[in-house]
């Protein structure tokens, strides 16, 4: 089957660096997606990473590792607005996007 | 540029009725998807359309189909609706290739009483 694994909620300090992992099996794989989505609004687009490494904008950072099937979200100097779930995504083979079941973050003052 | 709009953004049905949701994609873009979100399974892919076709699809009931306009403006059905299908419904567009980036839409919310 497919399937995609993120911790349910994450508890963080505000300024604090924040580290969300994802890991995947699907069949196929052109690329996973970050997306963020605060609460009664749509997600959006975070990043995305199709190639092994470490791609960085800004405060937010994404790795990917097709190997392991294994992807993180850095966030770093944390800030209450971050407080929102974010999903791991990916684009599996015929089209077809599976999404995560997201993560929760709390940024506490 | 316009971003992903969906119409209605509230929508209340008693169980057995049918509803029609509309999504109109970012100009240029050809591919759309619908989704539902519900607390409990997160965001569960229902069907993907480009140019007119269906491309893939969930595994979703029958009840629920979708299609595609030469505009690639995009509408799902769901019929005889059941208590299980109150949800967010959210529509995401691309140009349409199987790496690009999924824009989506602030959502319908449907509740069946």
């Known amino acids: 089957g497919q399937n995609i694994d993120q911790p349910t909620e994450m508890t963080a300090t505000e300024g604090a660096i924040v580290q969300i992992n994802c890991t995947y099996q699907?069949?196929?794989?052109?690329?996973l997606f970050w997306y963020q989505q605060h609460a009664g609004e749509a997600p959006t687009f975070l990043s995305y990473?199709?190639?092994?490494g470490l791609e960085e904008k800004g405060r937010f950072s994404s790795f990917l590792s097709r190997s392991k099937g294994y992807s993180y979200l850095l966030l770093k100097e944390l800030q209450m607005k971050d407080s929102a779930s974010y999903l791991c995504?990916?684009?599996?083979?015929?089209?077809?996007?599976?999404f995560g079941a997201g993560t929760r973050l709390f940024v506490k003052a | 540029k316009a971003g992903v709009t969906q119409t209605p953004r509230y929508l209340i049905k008693t169980r057995g009725q049918q509803v029609t949701l509309s999504c109109s994609p970012i100009?240029?873009?050809?591919?759309v998807s619908w989704y539902q979100q519900t607390p409990g399974q997160g965001l569960q892919f229902l069907f993907e359309?480009?140019?007119?076709?269906?491309?893939n699809k969930g595994n979703f009931p029958g009840r629920f189909s979708g299609r595609q306009f030469s505009n690639s403006r995009s509408e799902m059905n769901v019929s005889t609706l059941e208590l299980g299908d109150s949800a967010l419904y959210l529509c995401?567009?691309?140009?349409?290739?199987?790496?690009?980036?999924?824009?989506f839409g602030p959502g319908t919310r449907l509740t069946v009483l």
């Open positions: 995401a567009s691309s140009k349409g290739l199987d790496s690009d980036t999924q824009y």
């Open positions: 995504a990916v684009r599996a083979g015929g089209f077809k996007t599976i």
């Open positions: 359309y480009f140019s007119e076709t269906q491309r």
């Open positions: 990473n199709v190639l092994d």
């Open positions: 699907t069949s196929g794989f052109n690329g």
């Open positions: 100009s240029g873009h050809r591919s």
